[in-house]
């Protein structure tokens, strides 16, 4: 999967509904990681469960809790990037 913005460094998961790498965000080379859905043209209500797990994991300010930096779409697919 080709992510603009982020190359892609290794798969770390494959689910039934989502896919977690490991990349570094070209802008300044910070490493990060990217949850994606790995549905294409997701479900409204699959949209909005993704939403909500990202505001939920962007809430949590605790020490050892990995940070959310943001939300985007790629190539029709919901990206959060941690």
Same mark, same amino acid.
């Given at each position: 999967?080709?992510? +603009? #913005? !982020?190359?892609?460094?290794?798969?770390?998961?494959?689910?039934d509904d989502s896919i977690? !790498?490991?990349?570094?965000?070209?802008?300044?080379?910070? +490493?990060?990681?990217?949850?994606?859905?790995?549905? +294409? !043209? +997701?479900?409204?209500?699959?949209?909005?469960?993704?939403?909500?797990?990202?505001?939920?994991?962007? #809430?949590?300010?605790?020490?050892?809790?990995?940070?959310?930096?943001?939300?985007?779409?790629?190539?029709?697919?919901?990206?959060?990037?941690?």
């Amino acid at each position: 999967m080709l992510i +603009p #913005g !982020y190359q892609i460094i290794q798969e770390l998961y494959v689910g039934d509904d989502s896919i977690v !790498y490991r990349a570094q965000r070209e802008a300044d080379q910070r +490493p990060v990681v990217l949850k994606a859905l790995k549905q +294409p !043209y +997701p479900s409204p209500e699959r949209i909005a469960w993704f939403k909500r797990e990202y505001e939920i994991t962007r #809430g949590l300010n605790l020490p050892g809790v990995v940070e959310a930096y943001g939300l985007e779409t790629s190539q029709d697919r919901w990206v959060m990037v941690l």
